[in-house]
């Protein structure tokens, strides 16, 4: 029966991750849609994963005798899922680490670190409370007007607390590598977290400047994972065209946080109710 159960969750996993299709339109649509099937799958299997280790090797559902290989299963999935996230929050601060090493400037009324590479970059750098690094590179091509579209970009992703929020997505995708569609779910809600971040900006900042600096950065390469960072220039041509698109036509409305937009999330619980019938 606990083999029933893992089947059962990796179908409706597998099922609603080939549904998604990337495609064009209302910013919160998009953004709910693309984390229900990012988010769902992967915690469907948690769960069921959690009730067959609360359930154990012992005892009967129903008529049915239960066993160890499904207990050992989940207990190694869910082990391997742990040893995943401790290694990305090693690496996550690795990260923290090397841009508090770099030189604390203040530019404009405001701190931040200088970080010494010509690369065109400046990014969030952190957890909950990040940190704004800029390098030396783009200090010495941005005009004061384009970099303050910078900050106001970057201040768009402290914000909504992106650097903290995509680390746990990150985790998720580490872990549900082998699910399909979860590069492009990915893809996707990068590219949404910029255009929040460029809404946010082109709220305080000119639009047209902001596309300007972001034509500019854009070209480089990333100089750190986009798990750990939350930069200006998301690399990537489809990116590029979309934001350029976004902020060169009407302003985009980015709605408050929606609690009921969660309400989905609570069918991934189904699983645990089959505890109750554990004897």
Same mark, same amino acid.
């Given at each position: 029966?606990?083999? =029933?159960?893992?089947?059962?969750?990796?179908?409706?996993?597998?099922?609603?991750?080939?549904?998604?299709?990337?495609?064009?339109?209302?910013?919160?649509?998009?953004?709910?849609?693309?984390?229900?099937?990012?988010?769902?799958?992967?915690?469907?299997?948690?769960?069921?994963?959690?009730? *067959?280790? +609360?359930?154990?090797?012992?005892?009967?559902?129903?008529?049915?005798?239960?066993?160890?290989?499904?207990?050992?299963?989940?207990?190694?999935?869910?082990?391997?899922?742990?040893?995943?996230? $401790?290694? *990305?929050?090693?690496?996550?601060?690795?990260?923290?680490?090397?841009?508090?090493? +770099?030189?604390?400037?203040?530019?404009? !009324?405001?701190?931040?670190?200088?970080?010494?590479?010509?690369?065109?970059?400046?990014?969030? $750098?952190?957890?909950?409370?990040?940190?704004?690094?800029?390098?030396? !590179?783009?200090?010495?091509?941005?005009?004061?007007?384009? =970099?303050?579209?910078?900050?106001?970009?970057?201040?768009?992703?402290?914000?909504?607390?992106?650097?903290?929020?995509?680390?746990?997505?990150?985790?998720?995708?580490?872990?549900?590598?082998?699910?399909?569609?979860?590069?492009?779910?990915? @893809?996707?809600?990068?590219?949404?977290? @910029?255009?929040?971040?460029?809404?946010?900006?082109?709220?305080?900042?000119?639009?047209?400047?902001?596309?300007?600096?972001?034509?500019?950065?854009?070209?480089?390469?990333?100089? *750190?994972?986009?798990?750990?960072?939350?930069?200006?220039?998301?690399?990537?041509? @489809?990116?590029?065209?979309?934001?350029?698109?976004?902020?060169?036509?009407?302003?985009?409305?980015?709605?408050?946080?929606?609690?009921?937009?969660?309400?989905?999330?609570? *069918?991934?619980?189904?699983? =645990?109710?089959?505890?109750?019938?554990?004897?």
């Amino acid at each position: 029966m606990h083999l =029933l159960m893992i089947l059962t969750a990796l179908t409706v996993a597998y099922f609603l991750r080939i549904t998604f299709t990337s495609s064009l339109g209302n910013w919160n649509l998009r953004w709910q849609r693309s984390l229900f099937l990012f988010l769902f799958p992967p915690l469907l299997l948690g769960m069921t994963a959690i009730a *067959l280790l +609360c359930m154990g090797t012992q005892g009967k559902m129903g008529n049915f005798h239960t066993g160890g290989f499904s207990y050992i299963l989940a207990l190694s999935c869910l082990a391997f899922s742990g040893i995943l996230c $401790i290694k *990305l929050a090693y690496q996550g601060w690795g990260s923290v680490k090397s841009a508090r090493n +770099c030189s604390v400037i203040n530019i404009a !009324g405001r701190e931040v670190r200088l970080l010494s590479t010509n690369a065109l970059f400046a990014g969030q $750098i952190g957890f909950w409370q990040p940190e704004l690094v800029i390098s030396e !590179g783009l200090l010495q091509t941005l005009s004061p007007e384009h =970099l303050e579209t910078v900050f106001a970009h970057e201040q768009g992703h402290y914000h909504y607390r992106d650097t903290f929020w995509f680390f746990w997505l990150g985790w998720v995708r580490s872990c549900t590598v082998w699910l399909p569609n979860t590069k492009a779910l990915w @893809e996707e809600l990068l590219i949404l977290r @910029e255009l929040r971040a460029d809404a946010y900006a082109a709220s305080q900042v000119d639009r047209l400047l902001l596309a300007e600096s972001l034509l500019l950065v854009v070209s480089t390469a990333p100089v *750190l994972s986009e798990t750990f960072c939350a930069a200006l220039g998301s690399p990537g041509i @489809e990116r590029l065209e979309q934001r350029i698109e976004s902020l060169l036509s009407q302003p985009v409305v980015i709605p408050e946080m929606n609690f009921q937009s969660w309400n989905g999330f609570m *069918l991934a619980l189904l699983p =645990l109710i089959a505890v109750v019938f554990h004897t």
